[in-house]
Every structure is written in C-alpha cells, then in structure tokens.
Nanobody, 115 residues
Framework: VQLVESGGGLVQPGGSLKLSCVGS????????MRWYRQAPGKERELVVV????????NLADSVKGRFTGSRDNAKRTLYLQMNSLKPDDTAVYYC?????????WGQGTQVTVSS
C-alpha cells in the first residue's frame, strides 16, 4: 500500500489550495479515506472522512464551510479543496486509509498560510 500526497505550498491568508493523494496497492474505490493534519507542537487531528462515494463526514469544526473532501476512484485519487485559508491551517496534511487491519499513511504535504 502506498499513499502519496501533493499540492501543498505557501499561500496567503484567504487563498485556496487543492491537495491530492494517490493511492496504490489496495482496492482504492472500496475504502473510505481520511485527511488529517498536524500543526507544529500539536497532535494530529482528523480533518474529514471521505466515503467510498465521496460523502464527507466528521468534518472538523474549524474547517466547516471552507474545506471539502472528494475523490476520483477511476484515478485512485483523494482530494482536499481548501478555501479561505487561515494561518491556523498551517500544518502537514496527511491522507490515511485502513486496509487489512492496519492504518496506512502518506508522507504528508506541508501547507503554510502566511502573508
């Protein structure tokens, strides 16, 4: 199993970014996917769960109305659209799935929101 995130970078407050996570080594379309983030000095937190059909659940209160998870099963890709970004959104963003009784994580992509 391999998960590879991309799309992070430096963005000004109020800006947007779209993260991607490509999955391989497992039946991508059959498994829910998750986005997490970890800010410096803080615990890793769940951002959103994206069901096999793209339904968002468990969206963190801090990102409601601004972030949306989606997926393209044909491309084996999970997305996180982030709008109206704030400095508090600065973190490393990870995708995760659970397959064969264990959790699998990507390497993370850094998002920095700063003027």
């Amino acid at each position: 199993v391999q998960l590879v995130e991309s799309g992070g970078g430096l963005v000004q407050p109020g800006g947007s970014l779209k993260l991607s996570c490509v999955g391989s080594g497992f039946p991508f379309s059959d498994y829910a996917m998750r986005w997490y983030r970890q800010a410096p000095g803080k615990e890793r937190e769940l951002v959103v769960v994206v069901s096999t059909t793209g339904v968002n659940t468990n969206l963190a209160d801090s990102v409601k109305g601004r972030f949306t998870g989606s997926r393209d099963n044909a491309k084996r890709t999970l997305y996180l659209q982030m709008n109206s970004l704030k400095p508090d959104d600065t973190a490393v963003y990870y995708c995760k799935t659970s397959f064969k009784l264990r959790d699998w994580w990507g390497q993370g992509t850094q998002v920095t929101v700063s003027s």
